[in-house]
Nanobody, 116 residues
């Protein structure tokens, strides 16, 4: 029943911007902490950003701090990741994630490719 669906990925030039979305359903979205992860070629999956249930607290990986912004619209059950000043090292599949009742849930991922 829990479903997370990412969208908004694509090909962008270095220095460009993208906004990723994650549409959530099957649970009370407003009660849960949400996360964005990414996995680049030949790399382990890493936590990019996290946000509290109300959106009042956000945390970021050092590599994206100052460039990415995580946000959420609880009435729309949607999580966002605004990505600015993109670099080739940001190339990865980006995943929406949450934890509920001792289980971890993932979306299918959306590909972000930063290249000239």
């Amino acid at each position: 029943q829990v479903q997370l669906v990412e969208s908004g990925g694509g090909l962008v030039q270095p220095g460009g911007s993208l906004r990723l979305s994650c549409a959530a359903s099957g649970f009370t979205f407003s009660s849960l902490h949400m996360n964005w992860y990414r996995q680049g070629p030949g790399k382990e999956r890493e936590l990019v950003a996290a946000i509290s249930s109300t959106g009042g607290i956000a945390n970021y990986a050092d590599s994206v701090k100052g460039r990415f912004t995580i946000s959420r619209d609880n009435p729309k059950n949607t999580l966002y990741l605004q990505m600015n000043s993109l670099k080739p090292d940001d190339t990865a599949v980006y995943y929406c994630n949450t934890n509920l009742d001792r289980r971890t849930y993932w979306g299918q991922g959306t590909q972000v490719t930063v290249s000239s």
